[in-house]
C-alpha cells in the first residue's frame, strides 16, 4: 500500500497536476519517457506503488471478488493519482501538436532541452543506487548494450493498421512510457 498520502490542498493537488502535465509532455516527445520525469520529481515509487494496487483490484474484479476489488480501490492514493494523470491527459490533448511542429521547426534546440532531461535522470538514478557492486555495472552495461541495439531497430511505417496492431502498439507504448529512460513514443515511432 503507498505509505504517503497527499495533502488535498488546492495547492498540492495544483503541484500534482503540474508533475502530470510535466509528465504528459515528455511522453509526447520521442526519446523522453515520463517516468523519467517523475524520477526526477522523487514521485516514481510513489506512483508505481499505486498503479501495482490499482492492478491488484483488478486483479480481484476478474476474479469476482468485488469485497476484494472495493477494498483494493480504497488503498489507491486517489489525492496522489487523479491530479496527475488530469495532468498527463491535459498535456497529452493541449500540447501533441505543438511538441509536433517545435520538433520540426527547433530541432536542436529541442534534442539539447531532451538531452538534458535524460542527463539529469541519469544522475537522479545513479544517486539512487546503493552501492555500485560489480554485478550492478555488469547489469547497467547489458541493460546499455541492449538498449543500444534495440534502439538501432527501425521499421516503415504500417499503412492501415489492423486492430491487434493498434491494441499491441499501444500496450508496450504505455509500459513503455511509465519507465525512466524508455520512450513510449519512440517505440511507436520504430
Known sequence: MPSEQTSMRPASLAMQFVRGFCMGVADIVPGVSGGTIALI???YQR???NIRVGAGALAQLVKLNFTG???RLKE???SF???LIAGVGVAFVSLSHLIEELLHDYPEEMAGLFLGLVA???IIAYKQVGAWTTEALVMAGAVT???FVLLGFQSGAVESPSAWQWFGAGAIAICAMILPGISGSFLLLM
Request: aromatic share 14%; glycine share 10%.
Open 47 to 49: 506512483l508505481v506503488d
Open 69 to 71: 476489488f472495493v477494498g
Open 76 to 78: 489507491v492514493e486517489w
Open 120 to 122: 539529469a535522470s541519469i
Open 145 to 147: 548494450v541492449i538498449a
Open 41 to 43: 520529481y522523487g514521485i
Open 81 to 83: 493519482l487523479v491530479p
